[in-house]
T-cell receptor, first 109, second 116 residues
Framework: DAKTTQPNSMESNEEEPVHLPCNHSTISGTDYIHWYRQLPSQGPEYVIHGLTSNVNNRMASLAIAEDRKSSTLILHRATLRDAAVYYCILMYAGIMLTFGGGTRLMVKP | AAGVIQSPRHLIKEKRETATLKCYPIPRHDTVYWYQQGPGQDPQFLISFYEKMQSDKGSIPDRFSAQQFSDYHSELNMSSLELGDSALYFC???????????????FGPGTRLTVL
């Protein structure tokens, strides 16, 4: 399985943008890049996913490097509710998620 | 909108007992997944079902079994419980649509199993 590398933790101030990086240098051409987050005491929650182009939805934006070896999840205005562990996951035609590491985002008021 | 339902939410068992966890997917979702999350750990995939057939298998112990029923709900059966089985068990569902890798999974609130 292709692996991802994320920082263990990041800190942000409330109302400011947050850029969460993910490296996936061994990504294959058919791997989708998924982001999930897990708030304290809750199940994981889908955030966004993409293949090659940048993607936007109501929760976040996903910026994918041209060579697809890295991506960045962008939260445009962090709120206290965004404090969670964010997982960057690669998926190919498969339906199971492999959670590994993740970035613990702390949001300061 | 309807979400994934899991029952029970909390379960306390003794060692060597059995436990059954239930999962009711979002209506019209045809795929169910089970994950286990130990204390301070990341969720680990156990097993999945697509259209009532096992589709993928992860690190599920032989003491555990699961199935998906005709109404698409799923049950995870756990026997000879051990202390190390204490964990949060999440069920997720998705609409496979031919197993495209772009499908998002919707997670339930989890069942917290404590083995004493």
């Amino acid at each position: 399985d292709a692996k991802t590398t994320q920082p263990n933790s990041m800190e942000s101030n409330e109302e400011e943008p947050v850029h969460l990086p993910c490296n996936h240098s061994t990504i294959s051409g058919t791997d989708y890049i998924h982001w999930y987050r897990q708030l304290p005491s809750q199940g994981p929650e889908y955030v966004i996913h993409g293949l090659t182009s940048n993607v936007n939805n109501r929760m976040a934006s996903l910026a994918i490097a041209e060579d697809r070896k890295s991506s960045t999840l962008i939260l445009h205005r962090a709120t206290l509710r965004d404090a969670a562990v964010y997982y960057c996951i690669l998926m190919y035609a498969g339906i199971m998620l492999t959670f590994g590491g993740g970035t613990r985002l702390m949001v300061k008021p | 909108a309807a979400g994934v339902i899991q029952s029970p939410r909390h379960l306390i068992k003794e060692k060597r007992e059995t436990a059954t966890l239930k999962c009711y997917p979002i209506p019209r979702h045809d795929t169910v997944y089970w994950y286990q999350q130990g204390p301070g750990q990341d969720p680990q995939f156990l097993i999945s079902f697509y259209e009532k057939m096992q589709s993928d298998k992860g690190s599920i112990p032989d003491r555990f079994s699961a199935q998906q029923f005709s109404d698409y709900h799923s049950e995870l059966n756990m026997s000879s419980l051990e202390l190390g089985d204490s964990a949060l068990y999440f069920c997720a569902s998705s609409l496979a649509q031919g197993l495209r890798a772009g499908n998002e999974q919707f997670f339930g609130p989890g069942t917290r199993l404590t083995v004493l």
